[in-house]
C-alpha cells in the first residue's frame, strides 16, 4: 500500500471510532436519538444537554447540573453520588461528571425518573413511557385519592420508614412504639403497640389514611374503616422488587411520584453496582452465610428461600445455606451440617451462640467470621437495606470489593 | 339494685376513655342517639369514638362478664365443686386452640360479621366440651368426675397441639398469646349483635335451675330422692354452660377469674340461694368485667392493658383473702 496514503487512513479510522464510539442509538417511544453516550463499568452517561431534545432545560450551577421540567428539579453535584429530586435526597452508585467541558449524567436514572422504563441489551438502549399517574386516581383496595393523602398514621415500623424515605415524614401524625427509624420519629407521637393500638387515640388524630403491614389487629382496621378512613394493609415485601413496587404505590398516594421514581431508581443502581463487581464470581466460589432470626432453647429461626432477607443475601454475593427451607423454621443440626462461612445476627442472637457449647463446632463462630448487626437493617424490608444494609454485608462477604461499591 | 349500678357504671365507662370527650358532650351523644337525632355541633370522630367504639365495647364486656359469671355459678353448683370455672369443661383450650388455628390458616373466613378468630374459637371451644362431655358420659349418666378428669386431659393434649402448631409458624407466635390473654380493643356493634340473642337464651335457660340448683347442691343422691331429675339438670346446665362459655371466648379471648372470683364474691354478700345469687351473679359478673375492661384501656395513656390480666390481678389476691377467711 501507498504509505503516504496509510496515515490519513489510519488517522481517519482512529477519528470515526472516537466519534462513533460515544455515540449511542437510544431509542425513546420507537424514535431513534443518537445520543452521546459513554459507558463506565456498563453503566450510560449521557451528556445532559440531550434532555433538552425530551423537554428539560440543562442548567450548570458551580458544582452542580440541574435538570428540570415543570414538575420536577434534579440536581447532580457533580464528581459525587448525590442527587436531589425534589426535596429528596438521595445516593446513586455512579457518580455525574464533566469531561472536556461536557457534564455526563446516569441515562437510566434520569429516564426512569421523568417515567420511563429504561432497558439495555448489550447494543440498544430502549425507553418506553410508561402512563401517566393521573389524579383522582383508584388505589388497589378501591379507595378514590382526590390529590393526594395529607395526613397518615403508620402502624409497622417498615412503613415508618418507608415513608420517611419517600420525603413524606411530616405528613405521619401517629406512629406505633416499634417505629424507631429515623431519628425524626421522636416527634410523632405513639398510638400503642402493632397488636393493641389504641383506636381513640387513632379516630382523634383524623388522619386521612392508616397504613398497615403484616402483623395487625383485624378488629382495629375494621372499625377504622367503619370511620370512614383509608385503611390499607399491604404485606411486607418479600424480595427487592417487592420494595420497588411498594414505594412506587406509596408515590402515587402520596402525589410523590417523581421522587418514588427516583428512589426506585437509585436502589436499583446500588443493586446493580453490587451484581457487576460480583458478576466475576461463579456461584461455587461464593461464600455460605447464615442469619440469625432466633437461637437458643427455642429452637433455630432463620430466613428461608422465600424471604426477603435471603434475596439481599443473594444480592450481597453469598449463598444463603437456609435456602433449603422455606419460611422461619430451622435446626441446629443442619446448621451444623452446613458450617455456613459467615454468621451474622443481631447482639442477643449472636451471644447466645457464642455462649453455648452446642455452636462451638460452628467454623464461622471460632474462626470470628461472625457480624453483629443492626436487626432493623436487614429484617425491615426498606429502602435501608440496600441502602446500609446491602454495604454491610458486602463487606462481611466480600471486603477486599466493598470499597469498589461507590456507595 | 344491682341493675342500676351496672346501668350508672355503663355511662360512666361511656365518658372515660384515652380521648377527652367532655361528660356534657358525651351526654348529648348518647341522648341524640336514643332519640335518633344528629348532634352537627359536636366533632364527627367524638360521636364516632363514643357509639361505635366505647359503647359496643362496654355492652360486650357486660355482656360477657355476665355470661361467665353466671356460667361459673351454675357449674359450682353442678361439681358441686368452688373451685370450677366456665372452661372446667375444656372451653378455654378448645377456643386457643381453635383461634389458633384460626391465625395460623391466615383464611379470611369471616362469619356473621365476625372475624376467622372468633369463629374457629368458637368451633374449638364447642367441639371440645362436646368431646368432654361423649367421654364423660355413660348410659344415661354422666359422672361430675369424669367431666373433670375428661377435661383436664384434653385440655392438656390441646395445649400440646397449640405448642406443635406455634412450632411450625413462630411468626405467629404473638398474635397467638395476644389473642389468649383476651381483649375487647376493637369491638363493635356486629360483635354485640352476634352474640347478644344465644347469650340472652342461655342466660335464661341457666336462670330457669336455679331451684333445682338448690337442691343439687345438697348432694345429687339427696337431690334425686327429692325428685329432682338430677341427670336432665346436669345435662342442661353443662350444655348452657358451655355454650354461654364458648360465645364469651370467641369475641373477647380467654378471660379468667371473672367466672370464679364473681361466684364467691356475690355467695357472700347474696347468700347461696341460687334463686337469688343467679341474677345477682349475672349483673355482678357485668360490673366486674366492665370495671376491669374500663381500666385495661385507661390505666395508661394510649397502652392497652390486656383485660385477662387486670381480672387476674384483682381476682388473685382477692381469691387469696378469701381462702385466708373461709380457713
Given at each position: 500500500m501507498n504509505r503516504k496514503l496509510l496515515i490519513p487512513l489510519i488517522m481517519l479510522l482512529v477519528f470515526s471510532t472516537v466519534a462513533f464510539g460515544a455515540e449511542q442509538l437510544v431509542?425513546?417511544?420507537?424514535?431513534?436519538?443518537?445520543?452521546?453516550?459513554?459507558?463506565?463499568?456498563?453503566?450510560?452517561?449521557?451528556?445532559?444537554?440531550?434532555?433538552?431534545?425530551?423537554?428539560l432545560t440543562v442548567k450548570r450551577a458551580d458544582e452542580a447540573v440541574i435538570l428540570a421540567n415543570a414538575e420536577v428539579e434534579i440536581r447532580f453535584v457533580l464528581e459525587s453520588n448525590q442527587v436531589q429530586v425534589n426535596d429528596l435526597a438521595l445516593t446513586l452508585a455512579e457518580r455525574a461528571f464533566t469531561q472536556e467541558e461536557k457534564t455526563y449524567v446516569p441515562l437510566s436514572f434520569v429516564l426512569e425518573t421523568i417515567n420511563y422504563q429504561v432497558s439495555f441489551d448489550g447494543t440498544h438502549?430502549?425507553?418506553?413511557?410508561?402512563?401517566?399517574?393521573?389524579?383522582?386516581?383508584?388505589?388497589?383496595?378501591?379507595?378514590?385519592?382526590?390529590?393526594?393523602?395529607?395526613?397518615?398514621i403508620s402502624l409497622a415500623p417498615g412503613v415508618t420508614e418507608k415513608l420517611f424515605a419517600l420525603g413524606v415524614g411530616d405528613r405521619i401524625k401517629g406512629r406505633t412504639t416499634y417505629c424507631n427509624y429515623p431519628a425524626e420519629v421522636g416527634n410523632i407521637p405513639l398510638v400503642?403497640?402493632?397488636?393493641?393500638?389504641?383506636?381513640?387515640?387513632?379516630?382523634?388524630?383524623?388522619?386521612?389514611?392508616?397504613?398497615?403491614?403484616?402483623?395487625?389487629?383485624?378488629?382495629?382496621?375494621?372499625?377504622?374503616?367503619a370511620a370512614g378512613i383509608m385503611t390499607i394493609a399491604r404485606k411486607s415485601p418479600e424480595d427487592v422488587s417487592g420494595i420497588y413496587s411498594y414505594m412506587l404505590d406509596l408515590g402515587m398516594l402520596f402525589n410523590k411520584n417523581y421522587e418514588a421514581r427516583a428512589l426506585v431508581a437509585s436502589m436499583k443502581s446500588k443493586a446493580a453496582r453490587t451484581e457487576y463487581i460480583l458478576q466475576d464470581i461463579p456461584l461455587e466460589d461464593r461464600p455460605t452465610a447464615y442469619y440469625v432470626v432466633g437461637t437458643g432453647q427455642w429452637g433455630e429461626y432463620t430466613?428461608?428461600?422465600?424471604?426477603?432477607?435471603?434475596?439481599?443475601?443473594?444480592?450481597a454475593g453469598a449463598v444463603n445455606v437456609a435456602d433449603d427451607v422455606e419460611g422461619w423454621s430451622y435446626s441446629l443440626e443442619r446448621l451444623i451440617e452446613h458450617d455456613p462461612d459467615y454468621i451474622f445476627g443481631n447482639d442477643f442472637n449472636l451471644d447466645t451462640m457464642l455462649a453455648n457449647d452446642n455452636y462451638r463446632v460452628l467454623s464461622a463462630l471460632t474462626g470470628k467470621n461472625y457480624l453483629v448487626i443492626d436487626q432493623d437493617v436487614i429484617e425491615r424490608a426498606a429502602p435501608r437495606a440496600l441502602d446500609e444494609g446491602l454495604r454491610v454485608l458486602v463487606g462481611l462477604f466480600h471486603p477486599d470489593r466493598v470499597d469498589r461499591l461507590g456507595f | 339494685m344491682l341493675c342500676i349500678a351496672l346501668a350508672g357504671l355503663m355511662l360512666?365507662?361511656?365518658?372515660?376513655?384515652?380521648?377527652?370527650?367532655?361528660?356534657?358532650?358525651?351526654?348529648?351523644i348518647m341522648g341524640s342517639w336514643l332519640l335518633s337525632k344528629d348532634c352537627p355541633e359536636i366533632k364527627g370522630s367524638h360521636i364516632f369514638i363514643v357509639l361505635n367504639v366505647r359503647l359496643p365495647r362496654i355492652l360486650l364486656s357486660a355482656i360477657v362478664g355476665a355470661a361467665l359469671a353466671l356460667g361459673g355459678t351454675c357449674l359450682q353448683g353442678v361439681f358441686g365443686n368452688p373451685m370450677a370455672d366456665p372452661y372446667v369443661m375444656g372451653s378455654s383450650t378448645g377456643a386457643a386452640f381453635g383461634a389458633t388455628l384460626g391465625i395460623v390458616l391466615g383464611l379470611n373466613q369471616g362469619l356473621l360479621g365476625l372475624g376467622t378468630t372468633s369463629v374457629f374459637a368458637f368451633c374449638g371451644a364447642l367441639g371440645t366440651t362436646a368431646l368432654v362431655y361423649k367421654l364423660a358420659v355413660t348410659g344415661d349418666?354422666?359422672?361430675t368426675t369424669s367431666i373433670l378428669l375428661a377435661g383436664i386431659v384434653v385440655s392438656s393434649i390441646?395445649?400440646?397441639?397449640?405448642?406443635?402448631?406455634?412450632?411450625?409458624n413462630h411468626q405467629q407466635l404473638a398474635r397467638v398469646v395476644t389473642w389468649t390473654m383476651g381483649s375487647f380493643n376493637g369491638a363493635n356493634w356486629q360483635q354485640v349483635w352476634v352474640v347478644l340473642v344465644p347469650m340472652v337464651i342461655g342466660t335464661g335457660?341457666?336462670?330457669?335451675?336455679?331451684?333445682?340448683?338448690?337442691?343439687?347442691v345438697m348432694g345429687e343422691e339427696d337431690a334425686q330422692s327429692l325428685g329432682v331429675p338430677v341427670e336432665r339438670v346436669k345435662k342442661i346446665v353443662l350444655i348452657a354452660a358451655s355454650f354461654l362459655a364458648a360465645c364469651a371466648v370467641s369475641v373477647s379471648g380467654i378471660i379468667g377469674f371473672v367466672g370464679l372470683i364473681v361466684p364467691h364474691l356475690c355467695r357472700l354478700i347474696f347468700g347461696a340461694d341460687h334463686r337469688m345469687l343467679l341474677p345477682t351473679t349475672a349483673v355482678g359478673g357485668g360490673i366486674f368485667l366492665l370495671l376491669c375492661d374500663t381500666l385495661a384501656r385507661t390505666a395508661i395513656k394510649g397502652v392497652e392493658i390486656p383485660v385477662g390480666v387486670v381480672t387476674s390481678l384483682f381476682g388473685g389476691p382477692f381469691f387469696l383473702y378469701l381462702l385466708r377467711r373461709t380457713k
Open positions: 431509542s425513546i417511544d420507537g424514535r431513534e436519538y443518537l445520543f452521546d453516550v459513554k459507558f463506565i463499568e456498563k453503566v450510560p452517561f449521557v451528556n445532559a444537554e440531550h434532555f433538552k431534545e425530551l423537554g438502549i430502549t425507553a418506553l413511557s410508561n402512563p401517566e399517574v393521573v389524579y383522582p386516581l383508584k388505589t388497589q383496595e378501591g379507595y378514590v385519592i382526590g390529590e393526594d393523602v395529607k395526613s397518615v400503642g403497640t402493632l397488636d393493641e393500638p389504641d383506636l381513640e387515640l387513632m379516630l382523634s388524630l383524623e388522619p386521612d389514611a392508616v397504613i398497615a403491614e403484616t402483623h395487625f389487629k383485624e378488629e382495629i382496621l375494621k372499625q377504622l374503616k430466613a428461608g428461600r422465600d424471604t426477603f432477607i435471603s434475596r439481599l443475601i443473594a444480592l | 360512666a365507662a361511656a365518658g372515660v376513655g384515652t380521648v377527652k370527650i367532655p361528660v356534657r358532650d358525651v351526654a348529648r349418666r354422666v359422672s390441646l395445649s400440646s397441639a397449640i405448642s406443635l402448631l406455634m412450632l411450625f335457660i341457666l336462670l330457669s335451675q336455679a331451684r333445682e340448683l338448690n337442691a343439687l
